[in-house]
């Protein structure tokens, strides 16, 4: 059951990635959405929000920087 987390994690990661749109799309669909910029090009995905409330929740919040942690340091910075 220890290794249930982390895969499940994973796996909703990869279907992420599988509903990924590329940056020259310019007319999305209502939905909520992330911009990532590697040093490979720009990618978005869609999270599915009805699926995976609290995956989608925590994700927002970490990227934002809303979620209090555990040294009381964002994740996020906004660093690129």
């Known amino acids: 059951m220890k290794n249930f987390r982390p895969l499940c994690a994973f796996a909703l990661w990869a279907l992420a990635l599988l509903f990924t749109r590329t940056a020259a799309s310019t007319a999305l669909p209502d ?20 699926h995976a409330p609290l995956m989608c929740a925590n994700f927002v919040s970490l990227a934002e920087g809303t979620r209090e942690t555990k040294n009381a340091k964002p994740v996020y910075t906004g660093l690129t």
Do not use: K
């Not at 990532?36 to 009805?50: Q, V």
């Open 31 to 50: 939905g909520l959405y992330d911009e990532f910029t590697t040093p490979r090009g720009t990618f978005t995905t869609e999270l599915f929000f009805a």
